[in-house]
């Protein structure tokens, strides 16, 4: 990269959102660091089910949600992929190519449905719809969302002989606490909304949602809302960018101490936070190792060394779906699904890939007692037909060498400065000179003859030197700071060494 090169897009009709862009705002030298992350998957295993209850969750659709291990967040890395999501397309812009999370993903790594009903219904009052499916209303109900520790505190002790609408009720509970821990947690930190406890209501019902496809839409909007560089958090299901980021990309890969199962179900499992170790690295690290990735560093297909015969049949029919480009629904969010921008990952060769037609992002629940479904009418035909836009086939190694060329001029090539690693490599030049420069200038020359005396100053003038010069010769890039940081080093040199 050249100090003065365009970071792109070059032709910016495909990102057209550049200058709200987080990677704008870092390539200005503005530094947001480390997104605060909201996922609480460490209080799950608190939460003690009896039989009675976990057939039920299994029948509602969560049978694997539920074993979702309790994983340490790396923040830094989130942050750092979170630069390279782009909400006009859906996908990971990296120097190999476009990536993303697809249904296949979520299929595999949580075992949810990606096929299925599509996850949106009335918006009811949230006191009258506590009241009826949990026997009781909390005190602190605003904004239509509820506390996860309120559920916990009055849902979590389920007795194996509990009366049955009791089991019932503590079961719709825990289903609200699982997913406002996982796929639909929120900024707030600690609440889920309301709405989702409607569709808990029948267990029959609900097993037939594509929570999969529904939780996929909730992360794009996550992702695409936490690239905007006025934001600072994230929500979604954090566990599954991390995961999906181990099982693809070489960067950030946590150690195991002994052999991955290979064999549990779902595959998210396989990086179950107790049995591995990783360093951590900061967001610039990580920003610098996935702008430096070769299609060669990227796991395109993560999944075959995987055991296939421990994949669910429902699942597996399925996945015929990880290539439907299609709309993806959970209540009032609706998300594009472009599996025809990641072909690789799917085993097929790249392809330039169709426009993508702008849509407006809105918040459409504005009340209570709205019907969703008249509102998003067009969002919810379009997954009908999910199975009619399934991508097949690919193009050819010619095709791809193609689309590379495309794709370097629609993308955004670097995040931040090069000038950002040169600097500290050249402060650490300094720093090492000026130790040398102190070291001889407090070296005795009593006692030495007048050749090694003549070699110290020799050493002492060349370090001098070199040092000065040093000022004189930073490029323009490096000195584009305030005048007054340049007067102050000039300052600190004249006094230290003239």
């Not at 639909?184 to 496809?213: C, H, I, Q, R």
Request: include cysteine; aromatic fraction near 8%.
């Amino acid at each position: 990269m050249e100090l003065n090169e365009d970071p792109g897009p070059i032709d910016n009709y495909v990102l057209y959102d550049q200058d709200n862009h987080v990677s704008s705002a870092v390539w200005d030298g503005q530094e947001r660091g480390v997104l605060r992350c909201h996922e609480h998957t460490s209080l799950l295993d608190q939460w003690k089910l009896t039989p009675k209850q976990i057939k039920l969750v299994e029948k509602a659709g969560f049978g694997y949600l539920r074993l979702l291990p309790a994983m340490s967040l790396d923040n830094a890395l989130i942050a750092a992929l979170v630069e390279r999501w782009r909400r006009e397309t859906n996908t990971f812009h990296l120097t190999a190519g476009e990536l993303t999370i697809t249904l296949e993903d979520v299929a595999l790594l949580l075992g949810l449905a990606i096929d299925g009903e599509p996850v949106i219904g009335p918006i009811s009052s949230p006191s009258l719809v506590c009241e009826k499916l949990l026997g009781r209303v909390p005190e602190d109900l605003n904004g239509g969302m509820v506390k996860l520790t309120w559920l916990k505190e009055f849902f979590s002790d389920c007795h194996e002989d509990a009366p049955v609408e009791e089991t019932v009720r503590c079961t719709r509970a825990y289903l609200l606490y699982l997913v406002g821990s996982t796929i639909f947690s929120t900024t707030t930190g600690n609440k889920v909304p309301v709405m989702y406890l409607s569709l808990f209501e029948d267990f029959d019902k609900a097993g037939k949602f594509a929570w999969g496809a529904a939780a996929l839409a909730f992360l794009y909007r996550a992702l695409g809302n936490a690239s905007l560089k006025s934001q600072s958090t994230i929500s979604g299901c954090l566990t599954l960018v991390q995961c999906w980021s181990y099982s693809r990309l070489n960067v950030g890969q946590p150690k195991f101490n002994q052999e991955p199962d290979n064999n549990c179900f779902p595959f998210v499992l396989k990086w179950k936070g107790k049995s591995c170790s990783r360093t951590k690295c900061n967001v610039v690290s990580y920003r610098k190792a996935l702008g430096s990735l070769n299609p060669c560093d990227v796991q395109w297909l993560p999944y075959m060394d995987m055991d296939c015969t421990a994949i669910p049949e429902d699942i597996k029919a399925s996945l015929t779906l990880r290539t439907s480009r299609t709309m993806l629904l959970c209540f009032d969010k609706a998300e594009r699904h472009l599996p025809d921008r990641c072909l690789r990952q799917f085993g097929m060769h790249q392809t330039i890939p169709k426009d993508v037609e702008r849509w407006e992002r809105k918040s459409r629940i504005v009340d209570h007692g709205v019907d969703l479904m008249g509102k998003m009418d067009l969002a919810i035909k379009e997954w009908s037909e999910r199975w009619l836009h399934v991508v097949e086939g690919g193009g050819d190694i010619a095709d791809e060498d193609e689309y590379m060329k495309w794709y370097q001029k629609i993308t955004r090539k670097y995040i931040g400065r090069v000038t950002s690693s040169l600097e500290s490599e050249y402060q650490r030049a300094v720093t090492a000179m000026r130790e040398i420069a102190n070291i001889a200038d407090i070296v005795s020359t009593e006692g030495l003859d007048s050749y090694n005396s003549n070699l110290l100053d020799e050493v002492k003038n060349i370090v001098h030197k070199c040092l000065t010069e040093q000022f004189e010769d930073i490029p323009n890039e490096k000195m584009k700071k305030k005048g007054s940081r340049k007067r102050r080093q000039k300052d600190h040199l004249s006094m230290e060494y003239d």
